[in-house]
């Protein structure tokens, strides 16, 4: 679990959470230990989780996800709409951030030059 929760960048505690929460695309193989045992792919799987979670994806549409992705195909349109209705909200945040670091740089900027007019006295 270590050695995933490295490669992911995720804690073994999130990993057991998305396991519970089930967001796991397969189930995750346990070794006769009962350590789990990631694959490559789970890697993978849980690498583009944390990109949905990042980017603001509440935990049941990523559930939601995780189920279309497990029923497998037929439900392409279905992921297709989660996923553009995600993006547009995303678009839609960085397009806030946008105008709200415009701002920020108009004060840096007149501060610039309040402080460059004091050092040129």
């Not at 050695?3 to 396991?19: F, N, P, Q």
């Not at 279309?68 to 678009?91: D, F, I, M, P, W």
């Not at 951030?97 to 740089?105: D, E, H, K």
Request: aromatic share 6%; proline share 2%.
């Amino acid at each position: 679990m270590a050695e995933a929760a490295a490669a992911t960048g995720v804690s073994a505690h999130t990993l057991r959470y998305y396991e519970r929460a089930g967001l796991m695309r397969d189930p995750v193989a346990r070794a006769s230990s009962s350590h789990r045992r990631y694959t490559v792919e789970d890697v993978r799987w849980v690498t583009f989780l944390t990109k949905l979670r990042l980017t603001g994806m509440p935990i049941r549409e990523m559930a939601r996800y995780a189920e279309l992705v497990r029923a497998g195909e037929g439900n392409e349109a279905e992921r297709l709409a989660l996923l553009t209705e995600h993006r547009r909200r995303v678009l839609a945040r960085l397009d806030e951030v946008q105008r709200n670091l415009t701002a920020i740089n108009v004060k840096i900027s007149i501060y610039q030059d309040i402080y460059q007019e004091r050092v040129v006295r």
